[in-house]
T-cell receptor, first 110, second 114 residues
Framework: GQSLEQPSEVTAVEGAIVQINCTYQTSGFYGLSWYQQHDGGAPTFLSYNALDGLEETGRFSSFLSRSDSYGYLLLQELQMKDSASYFCAGPDTGRRALTFGSGTRLQVQP | NAGVTQTPKFQVLKTGQSMTLQCAQDMNHEYMSWYRQDPGMGLRLIHYSVGAGITDQGEVPNGYNVSRSTTEDFPLRLLSAAPSQTSVYFC?????????????FGPGTRLTVT
């Protein structure tokens, strides 16, 4: 399998920047994905890092360091609608599948 | 494109009953998967398929069967429902059949077993 660790909860204020970290068990040439899930909704794909470095998509950026088995999701100019759970996901070492972290609940306060 | 569709949206079963959760996608994706999500938890993989006629077990396959006779459909069958199977079930699909980094999820089925 695979194990991905994320903080369970993060709180930030509107307009701020927040970073959600993800560390995983297996180092090597593995990519990392990020998903967003609002309460009562389905997960939606945010980003995928195939290589080391920063990928930017609008207000969201994602970073990967494969040698450190570490990645993060950076959310800028936070808005109330960014309040959601965020999951990192990496390849399962035994299957052609993704393993998801347990998720980070982001609360954006006014 | 409808994307990934799931039926039903809600279901209540009695212990021991069986039922099939339906999942379909119209994006011609080779890869499809089923997850369950318990309150406050992440997604756990039940079964997945890398193409028609090919299925494999995920992390929590016990009590569930799948089949993939067409590219579009990937139904999940609960053989004999148990209260421990109360959960939200998500079906997902991906264009990539090697490692599905980018998956598209259906709206989910909320299942309660009494």
């Amino acid at each position: 399998g695979q194990s991905l660790e994320q903080p369970s909860e993060v709180t930030a204020v509107e307009g701020a920047i927040v970073q959600i970290n993800c560390t995983y068990q297996t180092s090597g040439f593995y990519g990392l994905s990020w998903y967003q899930q609002h309460d009562g909704g389905a997960p939606t794909f945010l980003s995928y890092n195939a290589l080391d470095g920063l990928e930017e998509t609008g207000r969201f950026s994602s970073f990967l360091s494969r040698s450190d088995s570490y990645g993060y999701l950076l959310l800028q100019e936070l808005q109330m609608k960014d309040s959601a759970s965020y999951f990192c996901a990496g390849p399962d070492t035994g299957r052609r599948a993704l393993t998801f972290g347990s998720g980070t609940r982001l609360q954006v306060q006014p | 494109n409808a994307g990934v569709t799931q039926t039903p949206k809600f279901q209540v079963l009695k212990t021991g009953q069986s039922m099939t959760l339906q999942c379909a996608q119209d994006m011609n994706h080779e890869y499809m998967s089923w997850y369950r999500q318990d309150p406050g938890m992440g997604l756990r993989l039940i079964h997945y398929s890398v193409g028609a006629g090919i299925t494999d077990q995920g992390e929590v396959p016990n009590g569930y069967n799948v089949s993939r006779s067409t590219t579009e459909d990937f139904p999940l069958r609960l053989l004999s429902a148990a209260p421990s199977q109360t959960s939200v079930y998500f079906c997902a699909s991906s264009k990539r059949a090697d490692i599905p980094y980018e998956q598209y999820f259906g709206p989910g089925t909320r299942l309660t077993v009494t």
